[in-house]
């Protein structure tokens, strides 16, 4: 009997230790399993943090792109709509004219425009300059000297420079004076005045070799002084 009862010890034992590693080994395995899920967790959102952040990245340039793209459509829109109002009044100008605005100035420029009280006579209300102004162009070549006849190409092309200087259209311009700049045949003054204001301006403009009539000043006059000033 005692082997018995000794056998029966041994195979309860043996059971125990057997539900025993069976629990340990279940909860190691559940602990690992924990284990692995946190640490997909943490690496998983980590690379959906990055991926986040790449998007952004690569989203801000196209972003950057289309802006600058929607701005060169509306200033293309913008330049045709100048070159449209132009046409008609300067048919001899040449294809590299700057465009002129109501006060006279290179669109864009404004804020270049010097504005003075008075000028070179007392009949001058302001005066006003630019650098910013450039040679409206031309058709002609090799030497030049002012030709102030009417049906000349530098005649068309003087009065386009005084139309770019003062934003006149000629169409709403009456010439009172084109002439010589102290008999130098490469400056020109012109009095000219505006059919619907009746405003009076009197524009100085230079010769550029190469390049056309530039203006070079735009005095705005008190009254119209029909062009009485010394040759």
Do not use: C
């Not at 230079?206 to 009539?213: H, L, P, S």
């Amino acid at each position: 009997m005692d082997n018995d009862f000794q056998t029966g010890s041994r195979s309860g034992n043996r059971a125990k230790r057997k539900k025993t590693n069976l629990v340990l080994n279940s909860l190691i395995a559940i602990v690992l399993l924990l284990i692995i899920i946190v640490a997909y967790a943490i690496f998983s959102g980590g690379n959906d943090k990055a991926a986040t952040k790449n998007a952004d990245k690569a989203a801000k340039p196209k972003q950057t792109l289309q802006h600058k793209k929607g701005n060169e459509k509306k200033a293309s829109k913008s330049e045709k709509a100048k070159t449209g109002q132009n046409q008609g009044t300067n048919e001899d100008t040449s294809s590299d004219k700057p465009d002129g605005n109501a006060d006279g100035q290179s669109e864009g420029s404004d804020a270049q425009a010097v504005v003075t009280e008075g000028g070179s006579t007392s009949n001058v209300k302001e005066t006003i300059e630019n650098p910013e102004w450039k040679p409206v162009g031309t058709t002609q070549s090799g030497e030049h000297a002012a030709v102030y006849d009417q049906s000349s190409a530098d005649w068309q092309e003087m009065l386009n420079a005084v139309s770019y200087a003062t934003g006149i259209d000629q169409s709403n311009m009456t010439v009172w004076r084109l002439g010589s700049n102290n008999h130098d045949p490469n400056r020109s003054i012109a009095t000219i005045s505006s059919k619907d204001t009746k405003e009076a301006y009197r524009v100085y403009i230079d010769w550029v070799d190469g390049e056309g009539w530039k203006p070079s000043k735009v005095e705005k006059l008190t009254e119209n002084d029909r062009g009485n000033i010394g040759q």
